[in-house]
């Protein structure tokens, strides 16, 4: 799916004008991907079409609905309920930007068991295979092809808490370690 399926109000078409070096003035009758506020204008139109979906069934970011089930059957019947969604708001999915049954895997502390295969594609980096690589990638190999799978949490009538300001703090402590490590 993308904002171009999203129809400009006829008031606002002038502010999307552009010129090309052939000549011409253009102006985007439905809205372009680059507009101020585009990408939370589709993100609100997907949760409306997905309401009472949204977190039962699927995920959404911006223009991207991820779908989760237990069972192949319970897909099947998910996709159906989000094709139906998506049929009668009019809205139309890309084939080849869809992928469907895939499974996704966690890996605790990934970044750190790979450190040293990253420490690989470094700028100036000596490409040299070591044992501590080998045994890495050994390892992140197995952790891949097995169990757990990436779940979402079960919220049902406990009380669950995502506390985006620790997130980000944790990412700006990544963040930061991640330029001192790189100065010295």
Not at 29 to 54: D, K, S, W, Y
Not at 84 to 95: E, V
Not at 125 to 142: G, H, N, V, Y
Not at 154 to 166: A, S, Y
């Amino acid at each position: 799916m993308a904002c171009h399926q999203v129809p400009m109000n006829p008031a606002d078409e002038e502010k999307t004008a552009f010129s090309t070096p052939r000549g011409g003035l253009y102006q985007y009758v439905t809205m372009p991907f680059g507009l101020c506020n585009a990408g939370a204008t589709f993100q609100r139109i997907n949760e409306t079409v997905m309401r009472g979906l949204h977190w039962h069934v699927l995920v959404l970011y911006l223009d991207d609905i991820i779908e989760f089930s237990e069972t192949f059957d319970e897909h099947l019947v998910n996709l159906q309920k989000v094709f139906q969604r998506l049929s009668d708001a009019g809205l139309k999915l890309k084939a080849a930007k869809c992928s469907f049954l895939n499974t996704r895997r966690f890996i605790k502390d990934f970044s750190k068991i790979a450190k040293c295969l990253f420490d690989l594609l470094q700028l100036k980096a000596l490409w040299q295979w070591t044992s501590d690589c080998e045994q890495t990638f050994r390892l992140l190999k197995e952790k891949l092809s097995s169990s757990p799978v990436r779940a979402y949490p079960e919220i049902d009538d406990e009380e669950f808490i995502l506390d985006p300001m620790r997130v980000i703090l944790e990412l700006e402590e990544f963040c930061l370690k991640f330029r001192k490590d790189k100065k010295e």
